[in-house]
């Protein structure tokens, strides 16, 4: 039988961390993420076929299999797992049991949790930061499209529809706070940051984290220039922040006749 061919890549010891803010739980405090790079069923049986070049990675597959079986016959029998003194598999039931008087129906559905071991936790103990990154929550504008015409840039017909496309653009939050507001151009070209003289969008029919879709304020009149602001509390999911954020269009667009 042909020997498998499975891919190996060696162990650096670094992994990748991306800094961010749960601002619902904690705040303003910052939390690291470590980015995943998961081995591979593959990864594992050239691994163990390196240290141990007699054993064929057939075999290796064939007592991986094996050893997946029997620990799904162990979890299906509601036991636990020692999974090779690296932690324990074990089944979970999470939520709440609303009734006095509970039955066996009135619990909730099985789950699987883990809880790693000493061994496994000194195990990674070394691994150092190759690079580190701050997430980024703020949204950003990417495009502006007239509805009118179908057309991308910074021309937008009067009394039209209009499509902001980027990320993080969900407007979420407070609704005398948070929206789409066009900004007045001073005559330096710069935006009026006097919030009194901005002009909010009433309603959106589409809002979406890449895709914000409105109609023009009625006060938005041809041959004027303004500066789109998107100001949002959304934080991820459903969910909102107690912190706004802002982003501002870096190039103001302009009003045309229908």
């Given at each position: 039988?042909?020997?498998?061919?499975?891919?190996h890549t060696g162990s650096t010891k670094t992994v990748n961390v991306t800094v961010r803010k749960r601002h619902i739980?904690?705040?303003?405090k910052q939390f690291a993420t470590v980015n995943r790079n998961t081995a591979t069923l593959e990864n594992i049986i050239?691994?163990?076929?390196?240290?141990?070049?007699?054993?064929?990675?057939?075999?290796?597959?064939?007592?991986?299999?094996?050893?997946?079986?029997?620990?799904?016959?162990?979890?299906?029998?509601?036991?636990?797992?020692?999974?090779?003194?690296?932690?324990?598999?074990?089944?979970?039931?999470?939520?709440?049991?609303?009734?006095?008087?509970?039955?066996?129906?009135?619990?909730?559905?099985?789950?699987?949790?883990?809880?790693?071991?000493?061994?496994?936790?000194?195990?990674?103990?070394?691994?150092?930061?190759?690079?580190?990154?701050?997430?980024?929550?703020?949204?950003?504008?990417?495009?502006?499209?007239?509805?009118?015409?179908?057309?991308?840039?910074?021309?937008?017909?009067?009394?039209?529809?209009?499509?902001?496309?980027?990320?993080?653009?969900?407007?979420?939050?407070?609704?005398?706070?948070?929206?789409?507001?066009?900004?007045?151009?001073?005559?330096?070209?710069?935006?009026?940051?006097?919030?009194?003289?901005?002009?909010?969008?009433?309603?959106?029919?589409?809002?979406?984290?890449?895709?914000?879709?409105?109609?023009?304020?009625?006060?938005?009149?041809?041959?004027?220039?303004?500066?789109?602001?998107?100001?949002?509390?959304?934080?991820?999911?459903?969910?909102?922040?107690?912190?706004?954020?802002?982003?501002?269009?870096?190039?103001?667009?302009?009003?045309?006749?229908?």
């Amino acid at each position: 039988m042909a020997e498998l061919i499975t891919e190996h890549t060696g162990s650096t010891k670094t992994v990748n961390v991306t800094v961010r803010k749960r601002h619902i739980i904690d705040g303003e405090k910052q939390f690291a993420t470590v980015n995943r790079n998961t081995a591979t069923l593959e990864n594992i049986i050239a691994a163990v076929h390196k240290n141990n070049p007699l054993i064929s990675e057939n075999i290796i597959r064939t007592v991986a299999t094996e050893f997946k079986i029997a620990m799904l016959e162990k979890l299906q029998n509601g036991e636990g797992l020692n999974l090779f003194d690296l932690g324990t598999l074990y089944l979970t039931s999470k939520g709440s049991i609303e009734s006095e008087n509970p039955t066996a129906e009135d619990v909730p559905a099985f789950g699987v949790g883990f809880t790693p071991s000493k061994t496994a936790k000194f195990s990674v103990s070394d691994i150092e930061i190759d690079s580190l990154e701050k997430a980024e929550t703020s949204p950003s504008i990417a495009t502006f499209t007239d509805l009118s015409t179908n057309k991308t840039g910074f021309e937008i017909t009067e009394g039209g529809g209009m499509r902001i496309s980027g990320e993080r653009l969900k407007i979420a939050g407070s609704n005398d706070e948070t929206g789409i507001f066009f900004a007045p151009v001073l005559e330096s070209g710069k935006i009026d940051e006097n919030e009194e003289n901005w002009n909010k969008v009433s309603k959106l029919f589409r809002n979406f984290p890449k895709d914000l879709s409105f109609f023009l304020p009625d006060i938005v009149k041809a041959e004027s220039k303004w500066f789109i602001v998107v100001r949002t509390a959304s934080s991820w999911g459903s969910r909102t922040s107690s912190t706004l954020k802002t982003s501002i269009s870096k190039n103001p667009i302009s009003v045309v006749s229908a």
